[in-house]
C-alpha cells in the first residue's frame, strides 16, 4: 500500500476509533532514579486532574502502569499516593503478561529517564500498543545531546559548536566561555557554565556524575532564550509552529539549571508542594517565562524554519518541543530537543496551543487527536503477504 494508501486507512480507522471509549495505558514512574519517579508521576497527576471533562471521560477509558524504583511495577486505575502503595506489585514478567492481555489502543508515556525514553517505550512497541509521540530509537538519539546535534546540524539547523569529553582529565579545546553538560541526562542536571579555567575541575566533576561522556560547547551570549513546540497535522507534517514561550534570563543568570525547573527539597529532591520553580509568586525574574514571546517577523521564521527541519531530522512524531538561543546579534541555536509532554492543562506544549485561537488546538481537543492518532497506528495482524524487508509496512 502506498503512503497516501496508509494514511487513509489509518484516518479511517480513527474515524471508526471515535464511535467507541479507547483504552488508552498511561506509563510513568522510573526504575532507576527517586528523583525521575516523582517527577514522572507528578506530570501523569496532573494530566489526571486536567483529563475530568466530559468529552475525555466519553471518550477514553485510563488505565495507569507504575514502574517504580528497583523495577517493580504495579497496575492501577488512579495514581493517588494510597492507591499505588496498596496496589500488588508484580515482577517484571507478572507485569509484561498482565499488559499482554490487556488490549491497550494506545499508551501515553510520562517517563523521563533513560529507561524510560527508550527500553520501556520499546516495550510498549513489543507489546503491539503504539505510543503518543517519539518512537524509543528516535527519544533514543535525542536524549544523546551529541548525536542529537549532529543530525540537527547536518540538516541545516544551527548548533553551538562543540566537543566530546570522555574524562575528567581532557582539557576542552573550545575556548572559554563553554557550557558543560552529561551527553545522556535530562532535566540540565549537571550543567554548568566555565569562564575560567580554574572553575573547570568542579565544573568537570559535576558533569561526570552524571555520565561517561560529557558534551562541552560554545557559550551563546544571552539575546535571549525560546521554546518553540512543533505539531504534526494529519498526514505527518509538522506544519504548525504554537507560539513560542521565552525565558527572562538576565546577565547575571545567563543558563537555566536543573533547580531553575523544579523546586527541590534539602535532599534534592522535587518539593511536592511547591513543584515548580518557574513562574512561581517568589519566583526570582530570571526563573519567568513569558508566552506568547514577542517575535518579529524574521526571528519567528527562523524559528520556524529550525525546528520543522530539526523536526523532521531527528524523525520526531506528533510533535516536537525545542530550546533555541539567540545570539545578540538574532542568529538562533538549538540547544536541545525535549519532544515530551504530559498533556495536563499547565504542561509546556498544552499552555503555548492555548494562546491560539485555533479549536483543533485547544485542550482537550489536541490530547484527544493525539491519542486517536497512535490508536490508528496498531499494528495490523500479520497476514503472511509481506515477504522482503526488515521492517513490517
Not at 80 to 95: D, F, M, N, Q, R
Not at 260 to 269: C, E, M, P, Q, R
Amino acid at each position: 500500500m502506498g503512503k497516501g494508501g496508509s494514511q487513509k486507512a489509518e484516518l479511517e480507522t480513527a474515524g471508526a476509533e471515535n464511535a467507541r471509549k479507547l483504552k488508552i495505558l498511561h506509563v510513568a514512574g522510573s526504575p532507576v532514579s527517586q528523583y525521575y519517579s516523582m517527577i514522572s508521576i507528578h506530570y501523569a497527576r496532573q494530566m489526571i486532574a486536567s483529563a475530568q471533562d466530559e468529552a475525555t471521560k466519553e471518550g477514553f477509558e485510563f488505565h495507569f502502569g507504575v514502574v517504580l524504583p528497583g523495577g517493580a511495577w504495579c497496575l492501577t486505575k488512579d495514581l493517588s499516593e494510597s492507591v499505588i502503595e496498596a496496589a500488588p506489585k508484580l515482577t517484571h514478567g507478572e507485569a509484561l503478561t498482565a499488559l499482554a492481555v490487556g488490549d491497550y489502543d494506545a499508551c501515553v508515556p510520562h517517563m523521563f529517564c533513560w529507561p524510560g525514553y527508550t527500553a520501556y517505550r520499546s516495550l510498549m512497541d513489543l507489546l503491539g500498543v503504539p505510543l503518543v509521540g517519539c518512537s524509543p530509537e528516535c527519544m533514543a538519539l535525542i536524549t544523546d545531546k551529541a548525536q542529537a546535534k549532529a543530525v540537527a546540524a547536518a540538516a541545516g539547523v544551527p548548533v553551538p559548536a562543540g566537543e566530546l569529553l570522555r574524562s575528567v582529565s581532557q582539557k576542552p579545546t573550545v575556548p572559554f566561555p563553554f557550557v558543560l553538560k552529561p551527553c545522556c541526562e535530562d532535566n540540565s542536571m549537571g550543567i554548568s557554565m566555565v569562564e575560567r579555567e580554574e572553575d573547570l575541575p568542579a565544573a568537570l566533576a559535576e558533569a561526570f556524575k552524571f555520565d561517561s561522556i560529557v558534551v562541552c560547547e560554545a557559550f551563546i551570549p544571552l539575546g535571549r532564550e525560546i521554546r518553540v513546540a512543533v505539531v504534526e497535522d494529519d498526514s505527518g507534517e509538522p506544519a504548525t509552529v504554537l507560539p513560542a514561550t521565552e525565558y527572562l534570563l538576565t546577565p547575571e543568570h545567563p543558563m537555566r539549571t536543573s533547580t531553575d525547573k523544579i523546586t527541590v527539597t534539602d535532599s534534592g529532591l522535587p518539593d511536592a508542594d511547591k513543584f515548580f520553580a518557574t513562574n512561581r509568586e517568589e519566583a526570582p525574574s530570571f526563573r519567568r517565562s513569558i508566552c506568547p514571546a514577542p517575535l518579529d517577523d524574521a526571528l519567528a521564521a527562523k524559528l520556524a524554519t529550525a525546528a520543522k527541519a530539526a523536526h523532521k531530522a531527528l524523525r520526531c512524531r506528533d510533535f516536537s518541543i525545542y530550546d533555541f538561543r539567540v545570539d545578540p546579534s538574532g542568529e538562533v541555536y538549538m540547544l536541545e530537543c525535549q519532544p515530551v509532554c504530559s498533556f495536563a492543562r499547565e504542561s509546556a506544549m498544552i499552555g503555548m496551543a492555548l494562546k491560539t485561537d485555533v479549536e483543533e488546538l485547544q485542550h482537550p481537543a489536541l490530547y484527544h487527536t493525539m491519542m486517536r492518532r497512535a490508536a490508528a497506528r496498531k499494528p495490523k495482524p500479520y497476514d503472511s503477504s509481506q515477504v522482503l524487508g526488515m521492517k513490517a509496512l
